[in-house]
């Protein structure tokens, strides 16, 4: 007997923003595992009988490997349970989505994916700016600011990057953004250019810096480790509010 799993995506963690068809998967489960930043209040509408699993993964700190994430799922889903695999964001946007998908596939168990909000659009709206403007900025980028080592990736487009016209969005970027903002700016875009960093997005210590890359760059400098989930926006951002 084979079972059924939903890679559901959380968003930025309020209940208020996750899709209709990702809360009814939520209170149809048997069981959920999900990631720390897709913890809290969402999980609050699980069945009261669902088995909740952490197999969080966070920087800096004792996690889950993905290889017995995958196991779990395919282990779980082969009692016949209804299993939600609860991703934050958008389980699609560098979510190591790909290989929990390889694992049900290869089980012979079958699957959906429940899209969500990803926290650039999420980072965008708080702010009250859309990500693109009409002939300033008609192109947006997803980018991460972190290969598996956990440094710049080297191999990034940079003609790109410091395209002045376009809306770059840079997940898992704030370790990473100084390097980043002096590989921009040496690549002509300049230092000038809007910046906004978003920390803790739908969560009560929500915060929003409205800066420039080189602004950024020099705030995150001299940050030291921080353990809150955030997002980078830079490029012909709107003005906004906050």
Same mark, same amino acid.
């Given at each position: 007997?084979?079972?059924?799993?939903?890679?559901?995506?959380? &968003?930025?963690?309020?209940? /208020?923003?996750?899709? %209709? !068809?990702? #809360?009814?998967?939520?209170? $149809?489960?048997?069981v959920?595992?999900?990631?720390d930043l897709?913890a809290?209040?969402?999980?609050?509408?699980?069945?009261?009988?669902?088995?909740?699993?952490?197999?969080g993964?966070?920087a800096?700190?004792?996690s889950?490997?993905?290889?017995?994430?995958?196991?779990?799922?395919?282990?779980?889903?082969?009692?016949?349970?209804r299993?939600?695999?609860?991703?934050?964001?958008?389980?699609?946007?560098? &979510?190591?989505?790909?290989? /929990?998908?390889?694992? %049900? !596939?290869? #089980?012979?168990?079958?699957? $959906?994916?429940?899209?969500?909000?990803?926290?650039?659009?999420?980072?965008?709206?708080?702010?009250?700016?859309p990500?693109?403007?009409r002939?300033?900025?008609?192109?947006?980028?997803?980018?991460?600011?972190?290969?598996?080592?956990?440094?710049?990736?080297?191999d990034?487009?940079?003609?790109?990057?410091a395209?002045?016209?376009?809306?770059?969005?840079?997940?898992?970027?704030?370790?990473?953004?100084?390097?980043l903002?002096?590989?921009l700016?040496a690549?002509?875009?300049?230092?000038?250019?809007?910046?906004?960093?978003?920390?803790?997005?739908g969560?009560p210590?929500?915060?929003?810096?409205?800066?420039?890359?080189?602004?950024?760059?020099?705030?995150?400098?001299?940050?030291?480790?921080?353990?809150?989930?955030?997002?980078?926006?830079?490029?012909?951002?709107?003005?906004?509010?906050?």
């Amino acid at each position: 007997m084979s079972g059924f799993v939903s890679f559901v995506s959380a &968003g930025p963690g309020d209940p /208020e923003l996750l899709t %209709v !068809r990702g #809360a009814a998967r939520l209170r $149809e489960a048997d069981v959920v595992l999900y990631d720390d930043l897709a913890a809290g209040a969402i999980l609050d509408l699980a069945h009261a009988s669902a088995n909740l699993v952490a197999v969080g993964k966070r920087a800096g700190r004792p996690s889950s490997r993905q290889q017995h994430v995958s196991r779990l799922l395919v282990d779980y889903a082969a009692t016949g349970a209804r299993v939600v695999r609860l991703k934050s964001g958008d389980a699609g946007i560098f &979510g190591r989505l790909e290989e /929990e998908i390889e694992a %049900v !596939r290869a #089980a012979g168990i079958g699957y $959906e994916i429940v899209p969500g909000v990803t926290s650039a659009s999420v980072a965008a709206a708080q702010a009250g700016i859309p990500l693109t403007r009409r002939q300033t900025s008609r192109r947006v980028q997803f980018i991460t600011g972190a290969d598996v080592s956990g440094g710049l990736p080297a191999d990034m487009n940079w003609s790109a990057l410091a395209d002045p016209e376009a809306t770059t969005v840079v997940y898992m970027g704030r370790r990473t953004f100084p390097a980043l903002a002096a590989k921009l700016t040496a690549h002509g875009l300049a230092p000038t250019t809007p910046a906004l960093l978003a920390e803790s997005l739908g969560h009560p210590e929500q915060r929003i810096v409205r800066t420039t890359i080189a602004g950024l760059a020099e705030l995150l400098a001299d940050a030291g480790t921080a353990t809150a989930a955030s997002v980078i926006l830079f490029g012909a951002l709107a003005p906004g509010h906050g």
